[in-house]
């Protein structure tokens, strides 16, 4: 590498290392990347001119000058997540911290037509005019699909759930005038939920909306395999030759755990289930103890299948929370290792962690960008 290469390599590692320490000072940056003091002193000042580090305080002194502890300024950039789902669209602004500042939820019945796409950069133009930010601080936007995402191709390949098939993403971003990157909604749920995990490093997790899917974390990183479709528990058999699921096979966790199996067809939706269910009403407590019954058994499969924490997330986690005792006592029994139930979480950010993970797509890309700058690559333009 060239002395510029060297420098921007340089720059990026110290910019990762006050993301993950948050904060440090000059002699500890040096001592843990094995790095000069004049490099990371020149590095630290031009990362200060523009903005993107500041100074956060001083450790205590055994003689002579405070350190000064350094921070990345998180207000320094800004992301947007939108989540598109069958019948709603979900914004939230966050910064390089993963802070949400702004988040709106809007009814909107998903159409495949030119019409909706148009409404969607709509939105996101009010969106983002309510946060007051500055526009030229917008690393970017992140979109959550539900179905088969292949970021190779940045293609849609299937979405039972919004009834497309080979959908590019360059049609539904076709308004948008900023960067966009997208992916899996329940791939980008998980990615959002272990992004400040410190002590979970690689996980299951479990989205549990009218579509369940779901998403493998190795190492932080999410694991999307051969052809994208890794974490699509949704579409694993549970019960041989059972209930028909949205994709058409028969017996799939989906078809016995969505939250449709539980609304239909008395309810419109779960926050009316349950209302109903805490009233006391006995068809619902028999449905919900049915439902749990094979939720466990599907967490149970995960479990045996990658030995590794669960994180249960999506529109029905806040319930699930609530009942959680009753969950942990349908999963013993299925238990073959005699093992603590630890390994089971539920989502820190319910249904707004799709989004989230979307707009951390551009906060990783920069932050893994050799250049530190906002990534400027339209990625609309090339689905």
């Known amino acids: 590498m060239n002395n510029l290469q060297v420098r921007d390599t340089n720059k990026k590692k110290i910019v990762n290392f006050l993301y993950t320490n948050n904060g440090a000072t000059k002699q500890k940056i040096a001592k843990t990347l094995g790095l000069s003091m004049p490099t990371v002193s020149l590095i630290l000042k031009e990362l200060s001119a523009r903005g993107l580090v500041k100074k956060s305080g001083t450790l205590k002194s055994s003689g002579g000058r405070k350190p000064v502890v350094n921070s990345l300024a998180y207000d320094a950039y800004f992301s947007v997540g939108i989540e598109i789902t069958q019948n709603h669209l979900r914004f939230v602004l966050i910064n390089l911290g993963e802070d949400i500042l702004h988040y709106k939820i809007i009814r909107e019945h998903f159409q495949n037509n030119d019409a909706y796409y148009k409404k969607l950069a709509d939105y996101l133009e009010t969106f983002l005019a309510g946060s007051g930010i500055d526009r030229s601080l917008l690393l970017g936007i ?3 699909l539900p179905g088969l995402f292949n970021t190779k191709k940045n293609l849609l390949e299937y979405s039972p759930t919004l009834q497309v098939r080979n959908l590019p993403l360059g049609a539904i971003t076709k308004y948008i005038s900023y960067p966009v990157l997208a992916n899996n909604e329940a791939n980008l749920a998980g990615f959002a939920e272990i992004w400040h995990m ?3 490093e690689s996980a299951v997790f479990l989205s549990i909306n009218k579509g369940v899917g779901g998403s493998i974390i190795v190492g932080n990183k999410v694991f999307n395999g051969m ?11 549970i019960v041989k030759d059972g209930l028909t699921c949205s994709c058409g096979k028969k017996g799939c966790l989906e078809a016995y755990c969505s939250t449709q199996v539980l609304t239909e067809p008395n309810f419109t939706d779960v926050d009316e289930f349950f209302a109903s269910l805490q009233m006391g009403n006995q068809y619902c407590m028999q449905k919900w103890e049915t439902y ?24 029905i986690v806040q319930y699930l929370k609530q009942y959680s005792d009753l969950l942990r ?11 603590p139930l630890n390994y089971l979480h539920f989502s820190r950010y319910s249904d707004k962690a799709s989004a989230i993970g979307a707009a951390l797509l551009l906060v990783d890309a920069f932050l893994s960008d050799d250049t530190i700058r906002p990534p400027r690559l339209n990625y609309s333009d090339s689905a």
């Open 142 to 144: 992140g979109i959550a």
């Open 198 to 200: 410190d002590e979970v």
């Open 227 to 237: 052809n994208g479709r890794a974490g699509e528990f949704g579409h694993m058999t």
């Open 292 to 315: 749990l019954d094979y939720l466990a058994t599907g967490i149970n499969n995960l479990r045996t299948v990658f030995d590794s924490d669960i994180i249960l997330g999506g529109e």
């Open 329 to 339: 006592r349908k999963l013993l029994p299925l238990n073959s290792f005699g093992e």
